[in-house]
């Protein structure tokens, strides 16, 4: 199927609608950050996060930004699928794998002639089936093995799961200072490398092979290291090129390098770590803002930065979602709404504020609009293309957003959003308009909207399950 599929995007593909020459594409995505973590979101973030705010002075920012999970697994599939997690079965953290018969963005772009790589954490299945590896990598574990290798990136740098923001492949110390959630102690950055143990994680290349050089101090800058000569290298070849860029940072454990936890020496432990690697994070953005210029690419290069879920842990942990009810692993704004930014000079004008309700699935039919391809067959997608949104001439969604995660539901529009923390709880309704914080269930008030909602939710969860069991309508 996938192949009939492939055949039909790329006979598609061979007309270019609208662009000369085809931009190229950067998602970039951080790991457990918060909306109100960066500073151009929420002015009153400790963080200094100078190149991101930056990156949303100069292009556009999304200021109602989903992530389609609230955890890290889920949304990374639906970067590169433009499809709800419940459609392709990645429904969890650690569950499930993608599938072969998924057709990712990288698939679809490397037939159209892109270079394609992707760098940092993968999460979507298992990357080796010979040794230990992470959370689900082991001898003989064939059925989760998914690597991004099989899954349309030519070049990879590339690890299963989570590794410490600093020294990523070492256990990292502990901290002696207070402690930060449910007693349990922070991090600290190795003093003693001689005696330091192995985290467990491995990076692994295009080839299936552990890399084992240039692997010391900030995870970012380790991670950037590799994405800028694939640039510099697609550059020179005269070819487009697609780079999914998805840090480790901020997800614990979180470690601050002795240089970027200096600059937050008036705050806890655990504050000082989180600060200062996701300001190590945003320099690194700012260092390929920099390589973009350099090369000449900066104005015909689609540069996008998300979060895959809300900020982790309880209310006494770093990590904000400002004012939005809930955090990580809730389908309230704050475990879904992330900071959402776009960075394209030919065609974003400067200082754009959106405040469109966007998702990560849309980054699939978004980018094949831009590159002038239709997406592939007529399997359904759950995003929309945001390029009308871009221009200025769409202000209204008209399809639904939903969401679904271990019993709980939502579904958004434009204006309203219907929620349930658990599978038999009555429904409750949000104007995210009025109310973004979700204080104020109107549910009572509005029983016939509640009513047409609910059936919209359910003929769109109907589908995902039909097209997780393979019959796509």
Not at 372 to 393: K, M, T
């Amino acid at each position: 199927m996938k192949s009939i599929w492939m055949g039909i995007f790329v006979g598609l593909a061979g007309v270019v609608v609208g662009y000369a020459k085809p931009p190229n594409v950067i998602l970039m995505m951080a790991d457990d950050l918060g909306w109100g973590d960066v500073q151009c979101f929420n002015a009153k973030s400790p963080i200094k996060t100078p190149n991101l705010n930056a990156m949303a002075a100069n292009g556009m920012r999304f200021d109602r930004f989903y992530a389609s999970s609230p955890v890290c697994s889920p949304t990374r599939g639906s970067v590169i699928t433009g499809r709800h997690p419940y459609r392709y079965g990645i429904t969890f953290a650690n569950t499930g794998h993608m599938k072969a018969e998924e057709l990712t963005l990288a698939e679809l772009l490397k037939a159209k002639g892109y270079a394609t790589g992707h760098f940092g954490k993968w999460h979507l299945g298992t990357l080796t089936t010979e040794i230990n590896d992470a959370n689900r990598g082991k001898p003989g574990n064939t059925g989760d093995f998914s690597p991004p290798w099989r899954n349309g990136f030519d070049v990879c740098f590339s690890t299963e799961s989570k590794v410490p923001t600093w020294d990523p492949m070492l256990m990292p110390g502990k901290s002696k200072g207070d402690g930060w959630r449910n007693g349990k102690q922070g991090w600290d950055f190795i003093k003693e490398r001689s005696s330091a143990e192995p985290y467990g994680t491995h990076y692994w290349n295009e080839k299936g092979e552990v890399v084992r050089d240039n692997l010391d101090g900030d995870d970012s800058r380790v991670i950037m290291d590799r994405v800028v000569p694939f640039v510099e290298q697609a550059v020179k070849n005269e070819q487009p090129f697609f780079a999914v860029v998805w840090f480790h940072a901020p997800h614990l454990p979180v470690v601050a390098g002795p240089e970027y936890a200096a600059m937050y020496e008036d705050h806890g432990d655990f504050e000082k770590n989180y600060y200062g690697c996701v300001t190590a994070l945003d320099e690194q953005v700012g260092r390929l803002r920099e390589v973009l210029a350099k090369a000449g690419v900066a104005d015909t290069t689609m540069v996008w930065f998300c979060s895959d879920n809300g900020p982790e842990g309880s209310s006494k942990s770093p990590g904000s979602a400002a004012h939005f009810k809930g955090r990580k692993r809730s389908l309230n704004e704050g475990g879904v709404r992330v900071p959402g930014i776009l960075e394209w000079p030919a065609k974003v004008k400067a200082g754009t504020v959106s405040g469109f309700p966007a998702v990560t699935s849309d980054y699939l039919p978004t980018v094949l609009d831009a590159v002038g391809a239709d997406a592939a067959a007529d399997r359904p997608l759950d995003g929309i293309s945001l390029l009308p949104v871009i221009a200025g001439g769409m202000t209204e969604r008209k399809q639904g957003i939903g969401f679904q995660s271990r019993g709980s539901a939502a579904w958004s529009t434009q204006r309203y959003k219907l929620f349930r923390a658990k599978q038999n709880q009555p429904w409750q309704l949000y104007d995210l308009m009025e109310d973004p914080s979700e204080k104020r269930d109107l549910a009572a008030q509005h029983p016939e909207l509640v009513a047409t909602l609910a059936g919209e939710f359910s003929a769109w969860q109907a589908s995902c399950a039909r097209s997780n069991c393979g019959a796509d309508d």
